[in-house]
């Protein structure tokens, strides 16, 4: 009969018999573990390690898009979801988009309030997790943002960069530094990584001048005039033949290369990035150093706050109480409390752990800085977070409001602040308008 | 006949057809390259990594890590071998229906005939992003989310299919054959199975490879409706990798270098036979 | 007629067509009406839905980010399919030359692109494009002195999505016109020659119309395929891209439904989309109808 059909069709009958029967037959996964997801390697990477391969949890890692459109799929239609939720602010926020019955986290507020957990915890950790005074999830973090530089290129200039109080005075002070190195006609080393890609790093300005995006009662404050001042002068760094920014991809290969290779002075570092220059940017081990970040104005506040997670369980779970109880003892247990930070670099929200030793030794990859101890210090000073779900939207607007700016002010060639002010002030109009827009929309709420 | 044109001519059309070439298969190989150096290595150098001062290739700089941490530890087996599956069982049912309903638009009189052709010629007009959201909820409401029938079920009979089955068979197929071999006495299954079928034979050949690549190829459905890791397709798997392992350019490059090989060892293979079924159905469309 | 007393023959056919039938009721019409509901509805998940009428369509012709997608569409698919279509006929027509040799490995070998799915062209050109590192930008600099820092993936979002989709799709619609080219009269052709007619009139005149039909075809088929293009900007901007550039219908779609849970709104753009779509078809019969007149 061969010679009748095609040779494609006997393949593919081949590939589709061997398939199925490898398909059917392969062994389910686990069921007798608690499925955790977590949404980057380190954490994949530490939990495993924490729980072994014997343990009783199974971490699972998912890239973001995939984790919220899983998420929320599960959430919304009972498909399997993990018994523990590790997620980050922008994605969880997304579970309260709807009406508060359809919240697909599990309300832990009385759990809390049971254990005596609420007090102990540090107040700005809370409020990205609670919708109408309820809190959905326990904070994992504090995350203080320290500038880090690269104290063996300042220190072979004689430049103690560290005296820099605010952003105008580290630019002046980098500026005999940057430019054209090599002479081939393009900037080949800049004083900061500012990305207009991600709305990361302009709302870290913006949180850092002390604006709040949005306000007590959730309502979008994006064109305030402390928005403007920030954009403007953030848009100002991009500015003229030698920009003293540059935009690098935050999280890519290319870009740990691009730092890895000196094209910026300094970036904003909170706790975790700490660990991810470690991690990927080898070749400064000993040449970086933290410093708090400059402030805007004299006397400013010399930190901001990036990025923000949270451990929750899904409402509908059918292993609540097991994963109650693992949640619990990673957060309560004074051992993972340390742990967190030797293994993670990620400060706790409990307060009481913070008198640790742990937090004071000296870490190697800076400069013996004892690093921990540097970002408590700024702990209390960190910003709040809003739990609003429009936020992701309004960041990703932001740094679109901050692209847009640059490159009109760039066609203008303008480099003076009363010239870019407009401009940024219209793109922030623009975006205030549309999350307004978009919340506007929304029946549920 | 023309003539030949001249040398230079020739020399010409050749050197475009060269640049072509290149342009096609840099991305491809510089792919395949990148996906047997560390990360490195990945960004030292273009393409293969080469000896100190020299030009000769540094082939022992090459490594199989990015493949062993693929297969060993972020099951790419599993994913491999979910989407064969797919891409196969979807591409053999597809087949076999769509012929099924070309052979009776093309060679049956009865009646609603032309309805069903109307049909067929409404469903293809149809864009597929227009029934994302409400098949999304169908199959919800099916309980078939996470399952592989809510995937394979509606993309088991493309109108699609039958418009190029029934054109084909239209003239191809004798109608005096089939007359004959029912006075034997031959069922209707077998007259399809047997005289039929092989008589469309590229046909069929073309169209299994065909939904076989786009099942394969096919991101947005398994994105949407499929929830468990274990079930992903590479599409969905390939995604995920690269946004979690981003900084892994290396790994990033092997698992694509995995996702494309076994189509293009596929056709490699049947090149032939779907080139020309492909052509031949839109020519006659 | 004998044989149409034949019961089997009589039950044949509608057997046959029975899967079709069934998927077609089950998978497409019953989508469709549900499409229209949902249409004016808002939702969060399938579960939660709100009745909002026609506000779904009020809101969507204010929507700023849709007619971003729009725009962006539009003008991906028609210079996709503006710079496709002459590529392509060029180089069909160079494999055609009969005195060329390889021809059959230059066939396979443009045509390969179009074998890898749009994700894995996403994936990999977003390496290929990125600033200061990647391929492109190296190759340009080391070779002509281009600016390692070009923007491909940021204010080029657009040129960077028309490349990798001429990459993609060139080789496989040159295969159309190869076998359009099948069908120009070789007569015809050495007809017009001896006449003294020159290559480009050869082209116009005989060329051009015998391939005409085909053209068509393509073209339709391109631009429907460009307009429901997601997975290669999804996947090379990691998302909409800088300042939307490279937002389509069919992504805001996607996040409308999928990532927002509203399937109300997504199924709204699915509705626009699919009136352009068909809008676009009845054009393309439209004008290859009067050419057939003409």
Not at chain 1, 278 to 295: D, N, Q, S
Not at chain 1, 350 to 363: E, H, N, Y
């Amino acid at each position: 009969m061969f010679e009748r059909y095609p040779l494609g069709l006997l393949v593919i009958l081949m590939v589709a018999v061997a398939s199925a029967a490898f398909v059917a037959l392969r062994p389910s996964a686990d069921s007798d573990k608690l499925v955790f997801w977590t949404f980057t390697q380190d954490h994949q990477d530490i939990f495993r390690e924490i729980y072994g391969p014997e343990g009783i949890v199974d971490v699972q890692l998912l890239d973001m898009q995939a984790f919220e459109r899983r998420m929320l799929s599960g959430f919304f239609t009972g498909t399997p979801v993990a018994d523990i939720i590790m997620v980050e602010r922008s994605v969880a926020s997304q579970a309260w988009r709807g009406p508060t019955e359809a919240i697909g986290f599990l309300d832990l507020t009385d759990r809390l309030e049971a254990e005596g957990l609420l007090d102990r915890i540090n107040a700005p950790s809370q409020r990205p997790w609670t919708v109408d005074g309820r809190i959905y999830g326990l904070p994992f973090d504090v995350h203080p943002v320290m500038l880090a530089y690269r104290a063996d290129i300042y220190d072979a200039a004689g430049i103690d960069i560290a005296q820099a109080e605010t952003w105008d005075e580290f630019m002046e002070m980098s500026r005999p530094l940057i430019g054209d190195l090599t002479g081939n006609g393009s900037v080949d080393r800049f004083a900061l990584e500012v990305s207009q890609m991600d709305g990361l790093s302009i709302v870290m300005l913006m949180q850092q001048a002390g604006a709040d995006l949005f306000d007590e009662a959730d309502q979008p404050t994006l064109n305030a005039e402390l928005n403007v001042e920030v954009l403007t002068r953030t848009a100002q760094w991009f500015s003229g033949d030698e920009p003293v920014a540059a935009d690098i991809p935050l999280f890519t290969g290319a870009g740990e290369r691009l730092r890895g290779e000196g094209l910026v002075l300094a970036w904003m570092c909170p706790d975790w990035r700490a660990r991810r220059n470690i991690l990927y940017i080898e070749g400064l081990h000993g040449k970086l150093r933290l410093m708090p970040l400059p402030a805007w104005e004299k006397g400013g506040r010399r930190t901001s706050v990036w990025g923000g997670t949270m451990l929750g369980l899904p409402k509908n779970g059918e292993r609540t109480e097991e994963a109650w109880e693992q949640i619990l003892h990673l957060y309560t247990s004074p051992e993972l409390g340390r742990t967190k930070w030797e293994k993670l670099y990620i400060l706790s929200p409990f307060k009481d752990f913070w008198d640790d030793p742990v937090f004071d030794q000296p870490d190697p990859y800076y400069q013996n800085q004892p690093i921990g101890r540097l970002y408590l210090e700024l702990a209390d000073s960190v910003p709040e977070r809003t739990p609003s779900v429009y936020f992701p939207f309004a960041a990703q607007q932001l740094a679109d409001a901050l692209h847009r700016t640059v490159r009109r002010m760039r066609q203008s060639g303008f480099t003076e602040y009363a010239d870019i002010e407009p401009l940024a002030r219209r793109e922030l109009d623009r975006v205030q308008a549309n999350v307004e827009n978009l919340m506007s929309r929304n029946v549920f709420q | 006949m023309i003539d030949r044109p001249s040398n230079l001519i020739q020399l010409l059309v050749y050197a475009v057809l060269a640049f072509f070439t290149v342009i096609t298969l840099v991305p491809l190989v510089w792919l395949l390259v990148g996906a047997f150096k560390t990360n490195e290595d990945f960004f030292g150098y273009l393409f293969f990594p080469l000896k100190e001062g020299g030009l000769a290739i540094d082939w022992a700089r090459l490594t199989l890590e990015n493949f062993r941490g693929l297969f060993f530890s972020l099951n790419f087996g599993n994913y491999i071998a979910n989407s064969f599956f797919l891409a196969s069982v979807t591409s053999v049912l597809a087949t076999l229906f769509a012929a099924m309903g070309g052979y009776a638009l093309a060679k049956f009189q009865f009646a609603g005939r032309q309805l069903m052709l109307g049909v067929v010629l409404f469903a293809i007009i149809i864009p597929a992003p227009l029934l994302l959201a409400p098949v999304f909820q169908l199959i919800y409401q099916l309980n078939l989310l996470n399952t592989y029938t809510g995937l394979i079920l509606p993309a088991m009979a493309p109108a699609f299919g039958i418009f190029l089955f029934r054109q084909a068979m239209l003239n191809s197929v004798p109608t005096e054959l089939l007359e004959a071999a029912r006075i034997d006495g031959c069922g209707e299954g077998r007259i399809f199975l047997t005289i039929v079928l092989p008589i469309v034979r590229p046909m069929v050949g073309a169209f299994l490879l065909i939904t076989f690549l786009g099942t394969w190829n096919n991101f947005i459905m398994p994105q949407v409706l499929l929830q468990s890791e274990e079930m992903f397709p590479l599409s969905v798997a390939i995604a995920q990798l690269r946004g979690t392992y981003s900084t892994d350019y290396g790994m990033i490059s092997a698992g694509t270098v995995i996702s494309i090989a076994p189509v293009m060892c596929l056709f490699l293979l049947l090149q032939r036979e779907f080139i020309s079924g492909l052509t031949s159905g839109a020519v006659k469309g | 007629m004998s044989f149409f007393s034949n019961r089997s023959v009589q039950v044949a056919p509608y057997l046959f067509l029975a899967p079709f039938a069934s998927v077609f009721l089950v998978f497409m019409v019953y989508p469709l009406f549900q499409s229209v509901i949902l249409a004016m509805e808002q939702t969060f998940g399938p579960e939660h839905t709100q009745f909002v009428g026609f506000a779904n369509l009020r809101y969507v012709f204010g929507d700023p980010f849709f007619y971003t997608a729009l725009r962006n569409t539009f003008i991906f698919a028609a210079a996709s399919v503006l710079l496709q279509m002459p590529l392509s006929l060029a180089l069909a027509m160079l494999l055609n030359q009969p005195w060329l040799k390889g021809r059959w490995l230059l066939r396979l070998i443009f045509f390969s692109p179009a074998l890898v799915g749009a994700v894995f062209v996403g994936v990999m050109f977003s390496i290929i494009f990125e600033r200061r590192t990647g391929l492109l930008n190296v190759v340009l600099h080391r070779l002509f002195g281009f600016s390692l820092d070009f923007p491909w993936l940021q204010e080029y979002a657009m040129p960077a999505m028309i490349i990798a989709s001429l990459w993609m799709w060139t080789g496989f619609n040159m295969l159309y016109f190869l076998a359009a080219l099948q069908n120009v009269d070789k007569e015809l052709m050495e007809a017009a020659h001896m006449d003294g007619a020159g290559p480009w009139d050869r082209f116009l005149n005989v060329t051009l119309p015998a391939i005409r039909p085909i053209g068509g075809f393509v073209v339709l088929l391109s631009l429907i395929g460009a307009f429901q293009v997601f997975e290669l900007p999804f996947l090379l901007f990691d998302g909409p891209g800088v300042d939307n550039r490279g937002l389509t219908i069919v992504m805001y779609l996607y996040q409308s439904g999928f990532q927002l849970g509203d399937l109300g709104y997504a199924s709204t753009i699915g509705w626009i989309l699919a009136i352009i779509l068909i809008a676009l078809s009845w054009l393309q019969r439209r004008l290859s109808r009067n050419e057939s007149y003409s």
